[in-house]
């Protein structure tokens, strides 16, 4: 996603997200490309976890993938993360303490959602993060914030895929690395203003915005990803309040989704939400406005226990490995197609497809399209947002602190146990310090083709909740994460397998 304002408008182009909010779409194929046996098999949000496996007797289905139990500490190098992220945070302190996030080179700040009306976004993204580099003082004065000033009784109008996986998803991972009450009901309250999105569209897909006091939505077409990006905090909400209006809302928009996919089981990037019909007809595979649509069918699966999201996920993903794959000078990419037909439409690549997982299993094309990326890296030291594969040339030289690779990078170190994902995501990390540092944090880049990289003025509040803590748990290996069994969304919150510090409440707290 790029640095567009906060707003957005109705007509978005293809690749970009200049006419969007910061962050607008969130990422990753979770790539677990098995074939489908044509299953039919109803699921739902129930059910205990169960490890990401195929289906008994799935043709073509690969083992369930084995993840690192633990993770060897490298000490010195967590170490230096560590350090890093504490120097952003007391440069937002410093400057921009309760706004949404800071401006670190010009020391003043910016609302996120609207103007006017701060949400101390940067505190809750980076709330578990905190809790996870055992920051434990910085963890009790986020929740005192949020106790004394967050709330969501406001007259403006707030994005439902942003609010939603910034804000429910902090919430809900701050609470369940705390226990804190308080920060459960704050999300349940922000969910309840969030489900007329869903519970007023006639097709069940939301709409983009809603009015966070008086319910009014608005933004009828909006991209593949803002519609079903969803499930994994829904769900979970469902989960720890037992009430299941937000799981069923968030399914009810994926199944929409995929009963509208073309006759080669493609996906365009934008729907209108009220007539149902598709406002475009690119099949953008793991980029942006689509990749986390797929992402989060996969979640589903291994969260919930959801056999219709896992039957959906190995549909789709056949059809991209089918019609989008190809190799350019031995690196794997995907084309954009028509998704009706197939035909070519471009080969430009967001760095936001980087995150491509081998969830489904060890999948040889995860491995490869990181390599691709690397290669990207190799050439630029940071990755520009859009570039021309077929010759790796920089189409958009600007890079907004993109964590997508240090995110991919973990999660097939977490996969593998290869050394590779540490050492290039070590790489990562020297270059985010040289090139993104400054004296009150860490800022934006508008063009990783000059030397010195000239620097922009912004620090999305996602750098507290991705960048440093993909990094930290690649190198850390910390207690206070459950490497075996842990599940982090699309914003990297811990949904799943965050351990509480002693002390802590196994649930409750203050309110």
């Known amino acids: 996603m790029s640095g567009g304002g906060t707003g957005g408008q109705e007509v978005l182009p293809v690749m970009t997200y200049d006419s969007l909010p910061n962050r607008t779409t969130r990422r990753r194929l979770l790539y677990a490309l098995a074939a489908t046996g044509g299953l039919s098999v109803t699921g739902g949000l129930g059910g205990a976890p169960r490890a990401a496996a195929a289906a008994p007797?799935?043709?073509?289905?690969?083992?369930?993938?084995?993840?690192?139990?633990?993770?060897?500490?490298?000490a010195r190098r967590a170490q230096a993360i560590r350090e890093e992220f504490?120097?952003?945070?007391?440069?937002?302190?410093?400057?921009?303490?309760?706004?949404?996030?800071?401006?670190?080179?010009?020391?003043?700040?910016?609302?996120?959602?609207?103007?006017?009306?701060?949400?101390?976004?940067?505190?809750?993204?980076?709330?578990?993060?905190?809790?996870?580099?055992?920051?434990?003082?910085?963890?009790?004065?986020c929740v005192s914030w949020i106790k004394d000033r967050l709330r969501f009784d406001i007259d403006a109008d707030f994005q439902v895929?942003?609010?939603?996986?910034?804000?429910?998803?902090?919430?809900?991972?701050?609470?369940?690395?705390?226990?804190?009450?308080?920060?459960?009901?704050?999300?349940?309250?922000l969910a309840d203003r969030l489900l007329p999105a869903f519970t007023t569209s006639p097709t069940g897909m939301p709409y983009r915005y809603v009015n966070l006091r008086t319910g009014r939505v608005s933004g009828a077409t909006l991209p593949l990803a803002e519609i079903g990006t969803n499930i994994l905090e829904f769900g979970t909400l469902s989960r720890l309040t037992g009430d299941p209006r937000y799981g069923r809302a968030a399914k009810r928009a994926l199944r929409a989704v995929v009963g509208r996919r073309s006759p080669l089981d493609l996906l365009a990037s934008r729907m209108n939400v009220e007539s149902g019909r598709w406002a475009d007809r690119t099949a953008l595979a793991v980029d942006p406005p689509a990749d986390s649509f797929y992402e989060y069918l996969w979640g589903a699966w291994v969260m919930f226990d959801d056999e219709d999201c896992r039957d959906w996920f190995r549909l789709l993903t056949a059809a991209l490995k089918k019609h989008q794959v190809e190799r350019v000078g031995g690196l794997l990419w995907f084309k954009h197609v028509d998704f009706r037909t197939g035909a070519l439409v471009n080969r430009r690549q967001s760095s936001l497809s980087v995150a491509v997982l081998p969830v489904g299993g060890d999948d040889e094309l995860a491995a490869d399209y990181y390599r691709s990326w690397t290669a990207v890296l190799d050439?630029?030291?940071?990755?520009?947002?859009?570039?021309?594969?077929?010759?790796?040339?920089?189409?958009?030289?600007?890079?907004?602190?993109?964590?997508?690779?240090?995110?991919?990078?973990?999660?097939?170190?977490?996969?593998?146990?290869?050394?590779?994902?540490?050492?290039?995501?070590?790489?990562?990390?020297?270059?985010?310090?040289?090139?993104?540092?400054?004296?009150?944090?860490?800022?934006?880049?508008?063009?990783?083709?000059?030397?010195?990289?000239?620097?922009?003025?912004?620090?999305?509040?996602?750098?507290?909740?991705?960048?440093?803590?993909?990094?930290?748990?690649?190198?850390?290996?910390?207690?206070?994460?459950?490497?075996?069994?842990?599940?982090?969304?699309?914003?990297?919150?811990?949904?799943?397998?965050?351990?509480?510090?002693?002390?802590?409440?196994?649930?409750?707290?203050?309110?």
């Open 57 to 74: 007797g799935a043709r073509g289905a690969r083992p369930a993938p084995r993840r690192l139990e633990e993770v060897r500490p490298d």
């Open 86 to 141: 504490v120097h952003a945070w007391e440069g937002y302190k410093r400057l921009a303490w309760g706004h949404d996030e800071v401006l670190p080179v010009s020391g003043r700040h910016r609302e996120f959602f609207a103007e006017g009306h701060p949400m101390g976004l940067s505190i809750v993204e980076a709330l578990d993060t905190h809790h996870l580099m055992e920051l434990d003082t910085e963890v009790d004065r």
């Open 161 to 189: 895929f942003e609010t939603t996986i910034r804000l429910v998803g902090g919430l809900l991972s701050g609470y369940l690395a705390t226990g804190e009450q308080v920060l459960l009901d704050r999300c349940t309250d």
């Open 379 to 511: 050439k630029y030291d940071v990755i520009p947002e859009e570039i021309d594969y077929t010759r790796l040339a920089a189409l958009s030289r600007g890079n907004d602190l993109r964590p997508e690779y240090a995110n991919c990078a973990f999660q097939l170190y977490w996969q593998t146990g290869d050394p590779y994902y540490r050492t290039t995501a070590w790489r990562y990390f020297q270059n985010l310090r040289e090139h993104h540092r400054v004296r009150n944090g860490y800022t934006v880049v508008t063009d990783v083709t000059r030397r010195p990289m000239p620097k922009g003025d912004h620090c999305p509040a996602y750098v507290f909740a991705e960048n440093f803590k993909w990094l930290y748990l690649t190198f850390s290996g910390t207690p206070r994460f459950d490497y075996a069994h842990g599940y982090l969304s699309t914003e990297a919150k811990g949904l799943r397998g965050l351990r509480r510090a002693e002390g802590r409440a196994a649930a409750g707290g203050t309110r």
